[in-house]
């Protein structure tokens, strides 16, 4: 009799520890971590957006939101270089692929949310074009590995992002009746994979040509790659709507009250080219110049050639 007993009692644990696992591995879960970073614009002096949460895309499966209680209003020139304010950090989600996420955001007209500062001091709406719909949305996917961190930062290239359209009228009174819009180009890292790009300007250089004769506007170096053993590195350009002829994937301001350095951030493993220019471009002044071909001098012509690897900071200056 006592035999049996344990026999039974070893039958029923053994069952119940079998559907506890089954239910335990059919959902087996891993930690994401997400970020903001920022190339900066000229511009303005603040762009602030709020984020009210993240929808992400499981691969076969609904969407589902991760909102937060209250929003996060960020200002994005504040995250420079190597800087990045968390959207989530260290959540816990299901394992798996993922097709894509979405940045949920508030920008509505007349409402106090998402605003623009430009350097006249003046406090401006920032509309997003269907942001209370889609909000900002990244088709990009990526993987959540059981019991592992998923670490990734989001780039938001403001310079070729806020847009002053034409014809297009503020609801708001101040900033000249101007409505500014933020069309992202966003650009996503995995941080396991991401190193940096640091280096100084020598002064003489923003002194020289067309360049901004106040140490205030030093211009920017651009980043353009990752380029393969057989690609074509084409010459550097200015940002325009053609990303086919060379456009830079993102940009470092050059800071003049640190002796001219300039820090990219979060760039993948490769190989890249970075180009000085004192004439930095935005997608605001192309819009303003009607179409106009903008003639932006880069220093050197061809630019420099730079190898990132994981982890590790990767040094060019200029000259």
Same mark, same amino acid.
């Given at each position: 009799m006592q035999t049996s007993r344990l026999v039974l009692v070893g039958a029923i644990s053994a069952l119940l520890a079998a559907c506890g696992g089954s239910d335990g591995d059919s959902n087996p879960t891993?930690?994401?971590?997400?970020?903001?970073?920022?190339?900066?614009?000229?511009?303005a002096t603040e762009v602030v957006v709020h984020f009210t949460g993240v929808e992400l895309k499981p691969v076969g499966d609904r969407a589902f939101s991760i909102d937060f209680a209250q929003p996060k209003s960020i200002d994005l020139l504040e995250q420079q270089g190597t800087q990045r304010a968390m959207l989530l950090d260290g959540v816990e $989600?299901?394992?798996?692929?993922?097709?894509?996420?979405?940045?949920?955001?508030e920008a509505e007209p007349n409402v106090d949310d998402s605003y623009i500062a430009i350097n006249? @001091?003046?406090?401006?709406?920032?509309?997003?074009?269907?942001?209370?719909?889609s909000g900002l949305k990244v088709i990009r996917g990526f993987t959540?590995?059981?019991?592992? $961190?998923?670490?990734m930062t989001i780039d938001f290239n403001l310079r070729k992002s806020i847009v *002053?359209?034409? @014809?297009? *009228?503020?609801?708001?009174t101040n900033c000249g009746g101007q409505a500014y819009l933020l069309k992202p180009v966003?650009?996503?890292?995995? #941080?396991?994979?991401? @190193?940096?790009?640091?280096? #100084?300007?020598?002064?003489?250089?923003?002194?020289?040509?067309?360049?901004?004769?106040?140490?205030?506007?030093?211009?920017a170096v651009y980043l353009y790659g990752p380029y393969g053993a057989n690609d074509t590195v084409l010459p550097p350009d200015d940002l325009d709507e053609n990303p086919l002829d060379g456009d830079p994937i993102t940009t470092a301001r050059v800071d003049a009250a640190a002796n001219y350095a300039y820090t990219i951030g979060f760039v993948p493993a490769g190989n890249y080219v970075v180009?000085?220019?004192?004439?930095?471009?935005?997608?605001? *002044?192309?819009?303003?110049?009607?179409?106009?071909?903008?003639?932006?001098?880069?220093m050197p012509a061809g630019g420099k050639t730079v190898t990132v690897n994981a982890n590790a900071i990767s040094s060019e200056s200029f000259p």
């Open positions: 891993g930690t994401l971590k997400l970020g903001v970073t920022d190339a900066p614009v000229d511009v $989600v299901r394992a798996g692929d993922y097709e894509w996420m979405r940045l949920k955001v006249a @001091g003046e406090r401006c709406e920032l509309r997003i074009p269907s942001g209370a719909e959540v590995g059981v019991g592992s $961190v998923t670490d *002053q359209p034409p @014809g297009q *009228q503020a609801d708001a966003l650009r996503v890292v995995d #941080n396991l994979q991401v @190193g940096t790009i640091s280096g #100084n300007v020598d002064p003489s250089l923003v002194a020289a040509g067309n360049c901004p004769t106040s140490s205030a506007t030093p211009g180009a000085y220019t004192c004439d930095a471009d935005d997608a605001t *002044q192309d819009a303003n110049a009607a179409g106009a071909t903008e003639v932006v001098t880069f």
